[in-house]
Antibody
Framework: QVQLVESGGGVVQPGRSLRLSCAAS????????MHWVRQAPGKGLEWVGL????????YYADSVKGRFTISRDNSKNTLYLQMNSLRAEDTAVYYC???????????????WGQGTLVTVSS | DIQMTQSPSSLSASVGDRVTITCRAS??????LNWYQQKPGKAPKLLIY???TLQTGVPSRFSGSGSGTDFTFTISSLQPEDIATYYC?????????FGGGTKVEIK
């Protein structure tokens, strides 16, 4: 069965960096685009960005563009989110999600991880 | 960016009631709309994609309709396990955007 397991969350000071990981299993990871979605405490869902199945294309929400970088290692079935210059407003649960249709950039998210909490605070 | 407006933001209904949530897009998104269910402390779950197609394994009491800018999500007979927040999301264009959510409670 499909499993997505995020890790790397924690408490970090404003301006510092953090890297999240998402370990995938149960499907051919290298055939699917992957996304990061976040949810601030008590708030709704916000798409953060995506990476295509082969890593050749990446897109980001304006709120994180230039600070966050998505990457993937298809040999390790792992997705990453490098977060730099963190701000208080980046505090959220971060989910990785699998694109439902492999080659499409815009698609549904058919599987989600359990999420990892990032708290940006001094 | 495409804005997704959901209504109502919350509702309270009795077990067995028919529940309807609407989602309006700020521009034509054809059929490219999803509905997700999120229970407290859990990750969202895809219920409906392409506006009206039920994801595998999702009970048939859930349904969706609409195209263009106006969409509807319906629970035909509300069950206690349906207590959750429901989100619409467009995938016609980047950035992918979500509605603000509708919290469904039992009366």
């Amino acid at each position: 069965q499909v499993q997505l397991v995020e890790s790397g969350g924690g408490v970090v000071q404003p301006g510092r960096s953090l890297r999240l990981s998402c370990a995938a299993s149960g499907f051919t990871f290298s055939s699917y685009g992957m996304h990061w979605v976040r949810q601030a405490p008590g708030k709704g869902l916000e798409w953060v960005g995506l990476i295509s199945y082969d890593g050749s294309s990446k897109y980001y929400a304006d709120s994180v563009k230039g600070r966050f970088t998505i990457s993937r290692d298809n040999s390790k079935n792992t997705l990453y989110l490098q977060m730099n210059s963190l701000r208080a407003e980046d505090t959220a649960v971060y989910y990785c999600a699998k694109g439902a249709v492999g080659v499409l950039i815009t698609t549904s998210f058919d599987y989600w991880g359990q999420g990892t909490l990032v708290t940006v605070s001094s | 960016d495409i804005q997704m407006t959901q209504s109502p933001s919350s509702l309270s209904a009795s077990v067995g009631d028919r529940v309807t949530i609407t989602c309006r897009a700020s521009q034509d998104i054809s059929k490219y709309l999803n509905w997700y269910q999120q229970k407290p402390g859990k990750a969202p779950k895809l219920l409906i994609y392409d506006a009206s197609t039920l994801q595998t394994g999702v009970p048939s009491r859930f349904s969706g309709s609409g195209s263009g800018t106006d969409f509807t999500f319906t629970i035909s007979s509300l069950q206690p396990e349906d207590i959750a927040t429901y989100y619409c999301q467009q995938y016609d264009n980047l950035p992918l955007t979500f509605g603000g959510g509708t919290k469904v409670e039992i009366k």
